[in-house]
């Protein structure tokens, strides 16, 4: 079945953004790019920054990320556009952080499923991650650290790529030569 | 019927994203939204930056912009994407600019047929566009100008506001009043 | 005696950085601007997101920014390099929030003490302010309020401009015409 | 003598405003950096985005990239300042692209002549260094494989760190540990 998606699942400051990149340079077609920053740039305020109990995004001391219900309702209508925008023959490659694991993936499996989908994920040890945070130098330190291992925990890839020693342009070409 | 999207037309520097994250915190309820911008980010950079016959964005040393098929394309898949976020019970508020007039509007009004829409222009005087455009200090001068009467010609609105003497806020609440 | 310094002093969305970029447009030489942005931003993150007691910035609830002997020694370096650029020939606009009033005033004075300075308030109604900051999308809500005039309070200026009803570009020409 | 000063010079997209950060984490006073994009920022419009003969940054097509002496005579003012802010007890680190070789290091080199200066080359394989330009997905492509060996031609240093293979963090700890 010909790639129509490829979602690219792993934590903060793992690289998947530069992978996205590379993939849009080297994919022979133009592919659109989103990522979770794309959605949670499109919420209101008091939903980005929220204070708990607000239904929005929470980010605890130790940098763990947690989301509500107002949150997801919406997430579940952006899910549902992104699979619309493949099916009407935009080639979409999705930039996302799993927090909730396999429950992450089921949601866009689901809004997916008709479609060709390549599963990747987007591995790197926790602790070069949190370098990586780091040197961004405007994240909530932990992050990184928090999410490196956790939100692969029980998902199904086609594909893994680690970008603790391997570029992004390499990680890119790894994944085209699947994207059929 | 009830408002599930709002559409804001404008030229460059008219204020509409200013307009958008107003009325995300004087609407009741949560919405999303999404600019002309989030869709140039999500292109590939051969795309964003085209040189003549690319097929992408083309700005013309007056400022004028033109886009080419390949961005046409994508762009269709693009609207169908946020009509079936609407339908699935996000509200969007979308920050357009109708290079193409009613032609740009008619895309947007096939995709969004059966959703309730409120169509919004949002004006500004050329001449105080192009200030503003100044005053951002990043924008290849004369689109604001050369967009500023352009992009509402032929196009229809439920509702017109106009930035050159009022504040955003001021417009979004004006907006968000008929958006029932 | 030459204007080298135009010191731009107001409170959060009130408009100083669009004059400052307006003025660049506007005088016949090339001027150079700095804000106090681009220092927050030469800062390690520990001290750009400090938490109580840090010596770095602290943002209360309400808006409210108060800064530790840690930021306050550096700033004293900063503004001594600013000083410099402008006895080497650079002109420059320095782009201000005087936290601390005149005695904030008195620190940029004494360095910049035998060079031509242009000291302006830059004025905006707290409500107009606090709208800009809604309409910006990423702002503590609350910072524009509460220094809209706190700020002013005792300090002296060869100026005043008011960005509530005027343009960015319309008072950087109104400063221009006093930077002789 | 002390390590009032840490310039770091490479080419775009080796890696130095990571290394930059990651040093702000490790070294145990706050210091503060400044970057040739700090500069730039502070540049008119007209001066950053220059046609040719403008006095300005100038890129070619193939992304090499020549300044003009308005640019040269604003630059030697702000080396200069960063030189009065060491002076004033601030320690700072410059990220820097010596495009012009040793003819740039001469620059800063007389502006910092009597403070403690650790000169730090930061290299980067200039393939590598070209496929991070295209996983940041906004550059003008060209730029770092052009600079990669050419910013170091001729320029000395107190130590050189390889980003090819080795992380920022990693890097900046090597820096930190000639801090002294």
């Given at each position: 079945m010909t790639t129509q998606v490829i979602v690219l699942n792993g934590g903060s400051s793992s690289g998947?953004?530069?992978?996205?990149?590379?993939?849009q340079a080297v994919?022979?077609?133009?592919?659109?790019?989103?990522?979770?920053?794309?959605?949670?740039d499109a919420l209101p305020l008091a939903?980005?920054?929220?204070?708990?109990g607000s239904g929005g995004i929470e980010v605890a001391p130790d940098g763990e990320v947690t989301v509500g219900p107002g949150f997801r309702a919406l997430e579940a209508a952006w899910i549902e556009g992104i699979a619309?925008?493949?099916?009407?023959?935009?080639?979409?490659?999705?930039?996302e952080v799993f927090l909730g694991g396999p429950a992450s993936q089921e949601r866009w499996r689901e809004a997916l499923g008709d479609l060709g989908v390549l599963w990747v994920g987007v591995r790197c040890d926790g602790a070069v991650a949190a370098g990586?945070?780091?040197a961004r130098g405007d994240r909530v330190a932990g992050m990184a650290a928090s999410?490196?291992?956790?939100?692969?925990?029980?998902?199904?890839?086609?594909?893994?790529v680690d970008t603790t020693h391997a570029e992004s342009l390499e990680?890119?070409?790894?994944?085209a030569a699947r994207a059929v």
């Open positions: 998947k953004s530069g992978i996205a990149r590379c993939l994919l022979p077609d133009p592919w659109l790019t989103f990522g979770c920053d794309t959605f949670v939903l980005r920054t929220a204070s708990e619309t925008m493949a099916r009407r023959g935009a080639r979409v490659i999705v930039d990586r945070e780091t999410q490196a291992d956790a939100v692969h925990r029980g998902v199904l890839y086609d594909l893994e990680c890119a070409r790894a994944i």
